[in-house]
């Protein structure tokens, strides 16, 4: 009876995804496909659940449900059904249709490039079901990598560099937003039902961010759940009507960005100066290294989601009152 | 008492199922929402099922991660309007 | 004991909750289904968890439950009067 209701859970959880996916993408109005995105990234998470990955399921419950939802709507605009691109000129219509074409086909052969080397990849891995080289060598060192959370070991000190590179790859893409020039205009002081829930909610998801950071070494959780539920926070306090949501101008702003990277940089190179290899970190000092570093890298990791939330960069607003 | 978890885990998932329909179907967004807070509560619920079915106490912290963002989520869509540009 | 106590807080957990869910697809307005669904299935959501707390290993996982009990509350009643508001607005517009 266990095993048919297990199967029964997993089909119904592929039928949603699948249907779900499938709406989302054929849909016109944007804000209806950025909702059935949003229960996309519920069921994703509940998946990442029944699949035994916690870690992936804290973020994808962090990002998907809640965090890209906003991000998304806040992109499309406040007008109701509107559309993507809003342009009205006719003469241009052949030329643009032409060049939509092309646009898509070559969308299209990427994704199927792209899931075709996904399938083939995932055909690879039943040769290998087996090996539990990996899962064994991780086990054996836990005890020197300062943590108890397998997770939080490789990523912070077994791949530490891999880690480092996903750090800069995130600056990256905040000075990508940056150049996109001002953020947008802010919203409106809340109404009384907002204000009531966002006067506990903010609290409460900097408490819950502190807690995951805390709890990664030892329990699924870490910077990036934590970086990504500090985020939300910042944007639930955004859509209250709050200006600045606590972010500082100018060079505090700049030194909130680069803490990750920046920290993560400098222990590995200490390492260096220490006659270690680079992150080579002492199994004594482990524990509290990587504390450090998570702790930086949630503060940049939230920063720069709070940004794509903004739209641009902080000091110059899109439309300054005069 | 497996037996019981599992009814629960059944019925949850109609209610999953139950919830998805209307998300598909909705005429206005108001019910699209309506049916993520629905999601959103079932997934609460379940995780709690599967923690205690797969013995893993984590899903009890995805759960709660769950029940705070399905609250932004709602709270991003509800469209605060902008402030007015002043020209 | 406790097992029989835990399963009947726990399915009548779930009838509430299957009761909310039906409503949401049955009734006929949007409004009405805010109802049944802040209502019906919060209620069922609390007793789902009263009867898992009565097999949780340690009484602070019962203390998280609770809590996450609260937040859905709390959360889910200010989330169905912004949905609310905005239908109204929507309605106010057309």
Not at chain 1, 47 to 68: C, Y
Not at chain 3, 16 to 26: E, K, P, T
Request: charged fraction near 10%; proline fraction near 3%; aromatic fraction near 6%.
């Amino acid at each position: 009876m266990n095993i048919i209701s297990l199967y029964l859970v997993d089909i119904l959880l592929v039928i949603s995804l699948l249907s779900l996916a499938w709406a989302s993408l054929t849909t016109a109005d944007a804000r209806r496909s950025v909702i059935l995105f949003m229960a996309f990234g519920l069921v994703l998470a509940l998946v990442w659940a029944r699949l035994l990955a916690p870690d992936v399921a804290l973020a994808e419950a962090a990002i998907g449900a809640g965090l890209s939802g906003a991000l998304l709507l806040a992109a499309i605009g406040e007008q109701p059904g509107s559309s993507i691109n809003v342009n009205t000129d006719h003469s241009e219509d052949v030329q643009d249709s032409n060049r939509s074409v092309v646009v898509t086909w070559t969308i299209t052969g990427l994704c199927a490039a792209l899931a075709i080397i996904l399938a083939w990849t995932l055909l690879q891995t039943f040769d290998n079901v087996n090996n539990k080289a990996t899962a064994q060598a991780v086990s054996e060192n836990l005890t020197d990598s300062g943590v108890s959370n397998p997770v939080t070991a490789v990523l912070l000190n077994f791949r530490a560099y891999d880690t480092l590179l996903e750090l800069a790859v995130l600056l990256s893409a905040v000075l990508g937003i940056f150049s996109l020039g001002g953020i947008r205009s802010p919203y409106q002081l809340a109404g009384p039902v907002f204000d009531g829930l966002a006067r506990w909610l903010v609290p409460v998801l900097m408490l819950t961010a502190g807690y995951l950071l805390w709890v990664g070494a030892h329990a699924p959780g870490g910077a990036f759940q934590a970086g990504a539920t500090l985020a939300a926070a910042a944007v639930v306090l955004r859509l209250a009507g709050h200006h600045n949501i606590g972010l500082p101008q100018g060079k505090s702003l700049h030194i909130i960005m680069t803490i990750g990277v920046g920290l993560f940089l400098l222990v590995g190179l200490s390492m260096l100066a220490l006659g270690r290899s680079f992150l080579d970190y002492p199994p004594a000092l482990a524990g509290t290294l990587i504390l450090v570093i998570e702790t930086a890298a949630m503060i940049s990791i939230a920063a720069t989601l709070v940004l794509a939330f903004l739209g641009g960069r902080p000091q110059m607003q899109k439309h300054k009152p005069c | 008492m497996s037996e019981v978890l599992f009814v629960c885990v059944g019925g949850l998932m109609l209610s999953l199922l139950l919830g998805l329909v209307r998300v598909l179907r909705g005429p206005e967004a108001g019910d699209r929402m309506l049916a993520i807070q629905l999601i959103g509560t079932t997934g609460v619920g379940l995780l709690m099922l599967l923690s205690l079915l797969l013995n893993m106490s984590a899903l009890i912290d995805v759960a709660l991660i769950l029940a705070l963002l399905a609250a932004v989520a709602a709270a991003a869509f509800t469209g605060q309007q902008r402030e007015p540009e002043n020209d | 004991m406790i097992d029989l106590f835990s399963s009947i807080f726990m399915l009548s957990g779930i009838i509430f909750f299957l009761a909310g869910s039906i409503g949401l697809l049955r009734l006929p307005d949007l409004y009405s289904r805010l109802h049944a669904l802040t209502k019906a299935d919060n209620l069922g959501l609390g007793l789902l968890l009263v009867g898992l707390a009565l097999h949780m290993q340690q009484p602070l996982f019962a203390l998280k439950l609770l809590l996450i009990w609260l937040a859905v509350l709390a959360a889910g009643s200010a989330s169905a009067h912004l949905i609310a508001q905005h239908a109204r607005r929507q309605e106010a517009d057309q």
